[in-house]
């Protein structure tokens, strides 16, 4: 693998995309992991993300909840970005303040391991109903992270909803194309 000049998505606003180059490879995290928590509540992150999370954020990571039960694994200059952000929703608004809630109040710093693992707290395990099997999701920037169960049966949900022709789309995922 060599270095080269990337580019990636640091803010977004009403006129587009602005891009801001960063040196080296950009990390984005994709795929599906079967994963087991150790009695202690660790997990040992898969070895094909370490480098990268040591390279990107030095091993240091913030893990908070999500809306759908499951847990968000944000590399910690990936989280700054999104707290940021949270950070300037209008606290006068009840649903941004609860949104910052969540995910500002539950948000807690973790470090990799000398063997790879993040410890998961017992709040957020009990949390996402993290017991001993786990699946990771890479989404991009960051992970989820899921009970096994729950994610096998979201998951079939999602795949056994109504056809996409039925489904009304928002307007940001109109022009995708996959």
């Known amino acids: 693998m060599f270095a080269f000049a990337t580019y990636s998505v640091r803010e977004v606003d009403q006129s587009g995309i602005l891009w801001i180059q960063t040196p080296g490879r950009m990390s984005l995290y994709r795929g599906v992991n079967s994963l087991t928590l150790d009695a202690k509540g660790r997990m ?62 539950h948000a807690t710093e973790c470090e990799l391991d000398s063997n790879g693992r993040i410890l998961v707290p017992p709040p957020l395990r009990e949390f996402a109903s993290l017991d001993r099997r786990a699946v990771l999701i890479g989404q991009g920037n960051k992970f989820e992270l899921w009970d096994e169960v729950t994610w096998n049966e979201r998951r079939d949900a999602w795949l056994n909803e109504v056809d996409g022709d039925d489904l009304e789309l928002p307007t940001e995922l109109e022009t995708l194309s996959l």
Do not use: F
């Open 44 to 105: 040992a992150m898969p070895t094909r993300y370490r480098e990268q999370l040591l390279t990107h954020s030095a091993g240091q990571m913030v893990v908070t909840v999500d809306r759908d039960h499951c847990l968000l694994l944000y590399p910690l200059p990936e989280w700054e970005i999104i707290e940021r952000k949270l950070v300037k929703l209008p606290t006068l608004n009840k649903q941004a303040r609860r949104l910052q809630r969540l995910l500002i109040g």
